[in-house]
């Protein structure tokens, strides 16, 4: 079965500052997608970015980019120029590349930033 | 930009009544999803929904839950007979084929 594991519980930054949370996964497939979703207080589940397994390039949006080290497990997520609006729960995520896809979260990481 | 609309945002409800949660999903979405966040611990898969079937359900999911499409835009998930154990955020998403899901903002079931 597969698993997703986040091994901070709770991370802080300073603003302007660059934070990366971690993952990590198990699985035997070899193509998969994963994903980090932000939530923030008000509890709505938000797409940060989103990487296909087959794919060598890590995927970055704006000040959001990954690490993705497929033969490692290893999908961590850093973000540049914190800001305060950044401060949320932080989720990581995996689906097979199946047509059900249901999603299959890590404990996720609470980030503060401080000013 | 379409978003997945969820009502109500906060239900509170008597222990061993039925509840029943709505959705909808965007307009032309296709796959289905419904989530569940007990407080502090990790998001849980419930159950998949493609073409008017369940695609996947998870242990959590027994005869406890139903889920359903009664026309075209709505898909709601029944609770019935509630547990204390069943307050939780509630989370629906959907998404086209090839693309990842999108969330509703979660309705938050209290059961006293």
């Known amino acids: 079965a597969q698993t997703v594991t986040q091994s901070q519980p709770e991370m802080s930054v300073q603003e302007a500052e660059t934070v990366t949370l971690s993952c990590t996964y198990d699985t035997s497939e070899s193509d998969y997608y994963l994903f980090w979703y932000k939530q923030p207080p008000s509890r709505q589940m938000i797409l940060v970015i989103r990487?296909?397994?087959?794919k060598q390039q890590n995927a970055t949006e704006n000040r959001f980019s990954v690490n993705f080290q497929k033969a490692a497990k290893s999908f961590s997520l850093k973000i540049s120029d914190s800001q305060l609006g950044d401060a949320a729960m932080y989720f990581c995520?995996?689906?097979?590349?199946?047509?059900?896809?249901?999603?299959?979260w890590g404990l996720g990481t609470s980030l503060a930033v401080n000013p | 930009e379409p978003e997945v609309t969820q009502t109500p945002s906060h239900q509170v409800t008597q222990m061993g009544q039925e509840v029943i949660l709505r959705c909808v999903p965007i307009?032309?979405?296709?796959?289905f999803y419904w989530y569940r966040q007990i407080l502090g611990q990790k998001v849980e898969f419930l159950v998949s929904?493609?073409?008017?079937?369940?695609?996947?359900k998870s242990e959590i999911f027994d005869d406890q839950f139903s889920v359903e499409r009664p026309d075209g835009s709505n898909f709601t998930l029944k609770i019935r007979s509630t547990k204390l154990e069943d307050s939780a955020m509630y989370f629906c998403?959907?998404?086209?084929?090839?693309?990842?899901?999108?969330f509703g903002d979660g309705t938050r079931l209290s059961i006293l």
């Open positions: 995520a995996y689906t097979n590349a199946g047509n059900n896809r249901k999603l299959i």
């Open positions: 929904f493609y073409n008017n079937e369940i695609s996947e």
């Open positions: 998403a959907s998404r086209e084929s090839h693309q990842p899901q999108h």
């Open positions: 990487q296909e397994a087959y």
């Open positions: 307009s032309n979405h296709l796959y």
